[in-house]
């Protein structure tokens, strides 16, 4: 029987090897952008139901206080850009709201006291700062998963400020005027109308109800909350819950000026003292002081607001600035056409 040789095992050549690294490689760059996108739509989902929780504690809040919370409160004699005597934001005050109550126990007696420091109230109460012992709290519901910045702290007025990525419309105009329900008016919106009034609707010391929404422009076309991005660098106090100024836990001056449509990113667009100006990023800003923010997020081509009725929308980037307007404004008597 004639001997029979042993097979020889047959491997990969170099360039079969190659072929196959290639194949995978082309693979994984087909797969990545589906991944992201899967990722980008989760986020998105979950920032949209987070916004849908704060504009639905909103009403929450008006169901008990007979009127929708404050973008700020505060007190007599206290300027509304005083970050040191500045009180509690409308973030602190719906935290019962949103599963949070024993966070707000921590300070209820403090907020308690500085409320009944506010206008209208002419006696009472303390400008007691007290409250401010829970700045540094992360509050999930307050978190958009699609923020990079989350957890760079703030800090400013001597202490540290956890980020948030939901802030009131404090409304188009400035902050001061729109306090109390206040209207602005005989407004020239940038590259848009002329003569045009402004209100928001949660403002400074509070004071609109649902009844004035309804009366005015109504629920669905008004935006009550909006979407904010966290400041790149600790002393860019942008996206802080608990921190009552434009940019940091509400919107106001836009689209007026320099400051725009959502995620304007011209340097100089956001007026927040201390801010890092990155225009690369949609982060534009101008350092000198408070007073004029609008809507960013980091979710593709717009922002995500909650209206008036409680429904969330998405707002594209490519808004005109009279739409901008009209949704930010309660009461120009002025609806507005789907961006």
Known sequence: MPLSLPRTR??????????????????????????????????????????KQIALACHGYHDTQNTLPPSVLIGRGVGWNDENN?????????????????????????????????????????????????????VPTYTCPSETFGSV????????????????????????AMSRGGTQTGIQVTNGSSNQTASGVLVINGGVTMASLTNGDGTANTIMVVHLRAGPTSGDIRGSWAFGQAGASYVANTPLGDCLGPNHPNDGSDDVSGCSSQPAIEMGCWNG?????????????????????????????????????RMLSASDRLTYTDN
Not at 105 to 133: E, I, K, L, T
């Open 289 to 325: 002081g408070f007073g004029q923010a609008t809507s960013r997020s980091q979710h593709s081509g717009g922002t995500i607001v909650g209206m008036g009725d409680g429904t969330v929308r998405f707002v594209k980037n490519s808004i005109t600035t009279d739409t901008w307007f």
């Open 153 to 176: 702290q703030g800090n400013r007025a001597g202490r540290n400020w956890a980020r948030g990525n939901y802030g009131a419309n404090n409304g188009p105009g400035d902050p001061g």
């Open 86 to 138: 500045m009180g509690p934001t409308f973030a602190v005050l719906l935290l019962p709201h949103i599963e949070q109550g024993a966070l707000y126990n921590q300070v209820s007696a403090s907020v308690q006291n500085y409320q009944q420091f506010c206008p209208p109230n002419q006696s009472g109460g303390s400008n007691d700062q007290n409250w401010r012992a829970i700045s540094a709290t992360q």
């Open 10 to 51: 047959r491997g990969f050549t170099l360039i079969e090897l190659l072929v196959v690294i290639a194949i995978i490689a082309i693979l994984i760059g087909l797969l990545l952008p589906a991944v992201q996108k899967v990722r980008e739509a989760a986020a998105r989902s979950k920032c949209m139901n987070n916004l």
